[in-house]
């Protein structure tokens, strides 16, 4: 599923979808469920989908799709005629940015947003995404003789993901950490290098014989359509190495529960499934695709009835990365969301609690705190530049639907740590020369103080980052019809609107958590206490 603004006639759009349909029920070993129906969803800003048009029962085959119409290094005819750029495709990389911390985000291939800069310049230096890109590039510009040609005319020719965003679309986005993770100028980098340029250079294997030059696309619209065709790998690519994974054993798949079904791991069996990526997706799902020797099929995960749309799993995305990658937000992802909180402010809360304990005589000397930081980074090679808060949320059942709320429930461990070595940092360089501040670095109640006190004014600092209140986004949110965003401005409120809820939530839970030790000590807040002897 992704979000387009696709304005296709509704006739051409049917077409369209009726020789598609044709064309894969004609592949041998494809199966397609007579009471399902591929439908015109363009009106609920969902593209094309499935729907039961009959009950359904559990455990039913919807679709079977042959590994054979399945588009990818194996079956494109471009590795037989560009084969020095097929053998031993480079190592992935992904570059350095923000952590997204969402479920699969770790694993996820380069994209034309994260690509390493250091390859880019080489465009014999392929990964399975550009390999991919080329594939799709190459029969899309082969036109009516691609094999693929029917399949590709329903992929979507626009995309609503932030990649085609105008900047002040991008500035609804507000504070988010997404705004860094769009990436567009490296994007053109990457495609000019490794797409753009093995076109350019191999015009007689990509344009079918006797194309004039006229016809052939300037490198202005191969980045164009470089753009596109990496999107559509964004949006519908999958993992096809999935049976090697499954071959481990249930046993794992019961410790690990669902797994996405889109691309996860870096490796060269991408592939563009065609059928399976006409399923839209939701964090509430009904069916899911298994990975067979020689097929893929579509089951059904609990009884559908007539009507209901068929949906897939993406897995627990956050609605920013859901955004990112796919184009749109959906009310069930917003328990994955997350909300990113930098090591600066962080640290600029732990000054000012260590700046306020009581008795302290001496400033403290930041420079060298700051230089003892840097030894530790060197030593250890491990300090965060920021960290996600998020809720936890139980895993969907074996019928794809999720129960009980999600609730935040404490600070990352690894948030926790540095902290510890920061005001370990902060007391080696204190040493004797403040007793009053020594003696509270030294004491577990004190610190834990200043941990929560830190951390609550980074929060707060954090939420001040945004240029509306959450209360301003919600009445916004309050006046969209049917309760799900669609238009770009609507989708970016929903997505900062989401990270400043779990802003709140963690504050709620901080404060809570001082609330407790103030308790644990037996002491109640100076200023109530002095209130009551006015009294």
């Known amino acids: 599923m992704a979000t387009t603004t696709d304005t296709v006639p509704a006739g051409d759009f049917e077409q369209q979808t009726q020789k598609f349909l044709e064309w894969f029920t004609s592949q041998p070993g494809a199966t397609f469920h007579k009471d399902i129906k591929l439908v015109d969803l363009r009106d609920k800003s969902a593209g094309r989908g499935i729907i039961a048009t009959a ?7 919807l679709f079977t799709i042959p590994r054979a119409s399945i588009l990818c ?3 494109s005819p471009l590795a ?15 570059a350095e940015e923000s952590p997204s911390h969402t479920a699969d985000a770790d694993d996820e291939p380069p994209s034309p947003e994260n690509d390493d800069d250091d390859d880019a310049e080489d465009s014999q230096s392929q990964d399975s995404w550009t390999l991919l890109i080329l594939i799709l590039m190459h029969e899309y510009l082969q036109g009516s003789s691609s094999n693929w040609s029917p399949y590709l005319s329903v992929l979507p020719h626009q995309f609503d993901t932030p990649m085609f965003w105008t900047e002040a679309e991008l500035a609804e986005l507000q504070a988010s950490a997404l705004v860094a993770k769009v990436g567009k100028d490296e ?22 014989a006797g194309t004039p030059k006229t016809q052939r696309l300037e490198e202005g619209e ?25 071959d481990q054993g249930d046993e794992e798949e019961e410790e690990d529960g669902w797994v996405e079904d889109r691309i996860g791991g870096m490796n060269d069996t991408m592939g563009m499934v065609p059928m399976a990526d006409m ?3 939701d964090a509430v799902f009904n069916a899911h695709i298994n990975h067979g020797e020689a097929c893929l099929t579509a089951t059904s995960l609990r009884e559908i009835k007539e009507g209901e749309e068929i949906l897939n799993y993406y897995g627990p995305l956050s ?14 992802h917003a328990r994955y969301d997350v909300v990113e909180v930098g090591w600066g402010l962080v640290e600029g809360g732990l000054k000012k609690m260590v700046e306020g304990i009581k008795g302290r005589k001496k400033e403290v000397d930041w420079a060298k705190v700051e230089e003892l930081v840097e030894e530790q980074k060197e030593e250890e090679g491990e300090w965060e530049d920021s960290f996600v808060l998020e809720r936890q949320s139980e895993d969907p059942d074996s019928e794809g639907q999720v129960h009980g709320e999600a609730e935040f429930m404490g600070l990352p461990e690894e948030l926790e740590e540095q902290v510890k070595t920061y005001l370990k940092a902060v007391k080696k360089v204190v040493g004797t020369g ?7 670095l030294g004491n577990k109640t004190v610190r834990k103080e200043i941990l929560l006190g830190g951390v609550r004014k980074a929060l707060e600092e954090r939420e001040g980052q945004y240029a509306t209140s959450l209360e301003e986004d919600e009445k916004v949110l309050a006046g969209i019809e049917g309760g799900r965003p669609t238009t770009r401005k609507e989708m970016a409120v929903w997505v900062r609107a989401g990270e400043k809820r779990i802003i709140r939530e963690a504050v709620a839970w901080v404060k809570k958590q001082e609330k407790e030790l103030i308790k644990e000590k037996g002491q109640e807040k100076d200023e109530p206490s002095a209130k009551r002897r006015k009294a």
């Open 55 to 61: 009950p359904i029962p559990a455990d039913t085959t």
């Open 73 to 75: 290094a194996t079956t």
């Open 80 to 94: 037989k005629k560009l084969p020095h750029l097929f053998k031993g495709p480079a190592e992935p990389t992904v």
């Open 187 to 208: 994007a053109d980098k990457m495609i000019r290098t490794k797409i753009v340029k093995v076109v350019q250079e191999n015009q007689d294997v990509f344009y079918p």
């Open 222 to 246: 191969l980045l164009k359509l470089g753009h596109r065709m990496g999107s559509a790998i964004m949006a519908y690519a999958f993992d096809l190495a999935k049976e090697e994974d499954d």
């Open 279 to 281: 399923l839209n997706a």
């Open 319 to 332: 609605s920013a990365e859901l955004l990112r990658r796919y184009g749109y937000v959906t009310p069930n």
């Open 434 to 440: 403040d007793r009053a501040v020594a003696e509270a």
